[in-house]
């Protein structure tokens, strides 16, 4: 069954504390992307990956890291830098950069 | 000024109405066009993809782009009560090496029996 699945569905983060989002493919996809999705607002990218090992700041990537090390996995960490971090994260992949991008079901994160 | 413009509704309509979608965008150099539908609490999946202008049909679906006027429509006919969900227009420069994604803030669209 091919897809892309996230985890957890819900995530609750206390007060200065890092949290981690899981973004896991098994489409054999290259890009890999994180948006977040805020009430009455278009999808905003945090970050994407072009590549295994490579990735690049989006638009609003301040308060948020990632990591890629393997082609299937980009996990989102939520620093405690970010301070209003309280959306709806999206994770979504397509077959190369530039290609019609595919999304995960999505992880809500609340704060404490 | 937003890149992409989108009227949030919502836009409730009775099943089986015909549905109008639209977005407005300002950047002339689009041509990759997208709608994706995203049921509450989901996340999105892609409803249409078109390249240029021009009408594209799948089903009940097309999705219409005219670029002189830089505008985007999404047409729903025989609106069913399993469409109500939230449309969100998408469109990129080119494909190819990468090219953001924007995203229009989405239509709310409830269709009641």
């Known amino acids: 069954d091919g897809g892309i699945t996230q985890s957890p569905k819900y995530l609750f983060r206390k007060e200065g504390q890092n949290v981690t989002l899981s973004c896991e493919q098994n489409l054999n996809h290259d890009a890999m992307y994180w948006y977040r999705q805020d009430p009455g607002q278009g999808l905003r990218l945090i970050y994407y990956?072009?590549?295994?090992?490579?990735?690049q700041k989006g638009d609003i990537a301040e308060g948020y890291s990632v990591s890629r090390e393997k082609k299937e996995s980009f996990p989102l960490t939520v620093t405690s830098a970010q301070k209003n971090p309280t959306a709806f994260y999206l994770c979504?992949?397509?077959?190369?950069?530039?290609?019609?991008?595919?999304f995960g079901p999505g992880t809500r994160l609340l704060v404490l | 000024q937003k890149e992409v413009e989108q009227d949030p509704g919502p836009l409730s309509v009775p099943e089986g109405a015909i549905v109008s979608l639209n977005c407005t965008y300002s950047n002339s150099a689009f041509q990759y066009f997208m709608w994706y539908r995203q049921y509450s609490r989901k996340g999105p999946e892609l409803l249409m993809y078109t390249y240029s202008s021009g009408n594209k049909e799948d089903g009940r679906f097309t999705a219409q782009v005219d670029k002189s006027s830089k505008y985007i429509s999404l047409f729903i006919r025989d609106s069913q009560p399993s469409d109500s969900a939230t449309y969100l227009c998408?469109?990129?420069?080119?494909?190819?090496?990468?090219?953001?994604?924007?995203f229009g803030a989405g239509t709310r669209l409830a269709v009641h029996p």
């Open positions: 990956s072009q590549i295994v090992n490579d990735f």
């Open positions: 998408a469109m990129s420069e080119a494909s190819g090496g990468y090219n953001k994604l924007i």
């Open positions: 979504a992949s397509s077959i190369s950069p530039g290609e019609t991008q595919y």
